[in-house]
């Protein structure tokens, strides 16, 4: 996982914390998954929301892992913009 990270731009003084990161959130969504709606009265999500909100979070993780990670021409990303760094 370290080396498909740093091919993402992510350090890898960085790639350590980001894993970490990643785990806590598969962790985290596995456990909405299988539990009970957050408002009472509510029912879990469907296997296919679960999905859904999973994939949806995780690009949203990804894109802040590596948007601001800097690249080996020496530019940083700034959102979808370049930055000199």
Do not use: C, K
Not at 57 to 72: D, E, F, I
């Amino acid at each position: 996982m370290d080396g498909l990270l740093t091919t993402a731009g992510v350090s890898s003084a960085n790639a350590a914390a980001a894993r970490r990161v990643l785990i806590i959130h598969t962790i985290g969504s596995a456990a909405f998954a299988t539990g009970a709606g957050m408002e009472p009265d509510t029912h879990p999500l469907s296997a296919e929301d679960s999905r859904r909100t999973f994939a949806r979070s995780l690009h949203w993780l990804l894109g802040s892992l590596t948007t601001s990670a800097p690249r080996r021409d020496g530019e940083r990303r700034v959102g979808r913009q370049r930055a000199v760094g």
